[in-house]
């Protein structure tokens, strides 16, 4: 069959969304994905191992996952079953930080609930200079962000296993700059979540409760990992961000919102 019909199946069955299927087309196939429109008359033969990947895909499995690979600030990030998939409302994260520091300063920045080490991954492979402690509570999660950060950061970062939510996990020292986003999802939300998301490791999505679980705690130990005008971070998620600006009443913050105009990161500095 042609690569062109390759992809129309794909389409049909599968990943409606033209940007996925030429994604899928590309790793399929070893073509580079701005190359696939210039193939579509080549004859292609799907493998067994490529009608593997459509079967998973049949099932609803992210294509993330299928593929290994979900692209975050313009860079590649590995990803499996063992953490979230990046989204791209988090990489707002990433543009405010490096609007704020330039790159000729030494930071230490601290990813809480780093999952695929995206946040920290991107960060570093802007600016040189920079090391990062990545903390999560789950050991799979850490191995992934292990591949990331290697990738990009490779030999300036350290990795620890522990509860975002115990200040004794925590490694010593402070910070520069933190950042975070934590599992914000209430538990009725993950419930009537979509189908695709419950491939996700839930306790990625949600705390189980009421979603906000995080932000109180970590208002409250911020102050004692930050360097003076050190700032912290944390994405928040649909409609959170009055109750987490009341928690952080009478200290210096902000709430930025994202390209869909939703409160989407609370901004807080060490003053
Ligand atoms: C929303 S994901 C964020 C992943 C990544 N930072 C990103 O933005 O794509 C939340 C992460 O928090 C981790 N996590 C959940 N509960 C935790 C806890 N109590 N302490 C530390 N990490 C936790 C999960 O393993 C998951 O990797």
Not at 63 to 82: E, H, P, Q, T
Not at 224 to 249: I, M, P, R, T, Y
Request: hydrophobic share 40%; net charge negative; aromatic share 10%.
């Amino acid at each position: 069959m042609k690569l062109a019909e390759f992809i129309g199946y794909v389409r049909e069955n599968c990943l409606a969304n033209r940007h996925d299927a030429l994604e899928f087309a590309s790793k399929a196939f070893s073509i580079e994905y701005s190359q696939v429109p210039l193939h579509l008359s080549d004859e292609v033969v799907p493998t067994e191992g490529v009608q593997k990947m459509l079967d998973r895909l049949g099932t609803g499995e992210p294509l993330a996952y299928v593929i290994n690979n979900k692209s975050f600030y313009g860079l590649d990030m590995y990803v499996d079953g063992r953490v979230l998939i990046p989204r791209p409302e988090t990489e707002l994260i990433v543009s405010e930080v490096l609007s704020m520091f330039s790159a000729e300063t030494e930071l230490r920045i601290l990813d809480i609930c780093t999952g695929s080490g995206c946040i920290a991954a991107a960060l570093l492979e802007q600016r040189p200079l920079w090391t990062a402690d990545v903390l999560d509570i789950s050991a799979e999660a850490l191995a992934v962000a292990e591949i990331n950060l290697n990738r990009y950061a490779h030999g300036r970062f350290r990795l620890k296993q522990g509860n975002a939510l115990d200040t004794a996990d925590y490694p010593d020292g402070r910070y520069d700059i933190i950042t975070c986003n934590p599992p914000y999802l209430t538990e009725k939300e993950w419930e009537d979540s979509p189908k695709s998301l419950k491939f996700e490791p839930k306790n990625a999505l949600s705390d189980g409760g009421s979603g906000l679980s995080f932000y109180k705690k970590l208002l409250d130990m911020i102050p004692d990992l930050c360097h003076k005008n050190g700032v912290a971070l944390f994405e928040l998620g649909l409609g959170q961000h009055e109750v987490v600006s009341g928690w952080a009443e009478g200290q210096k913050y902000k709430i930025i919102k994202d390209y869909q105009e939703i409160e989407r990161v609370l901004v807080w500095t060490n003053s």
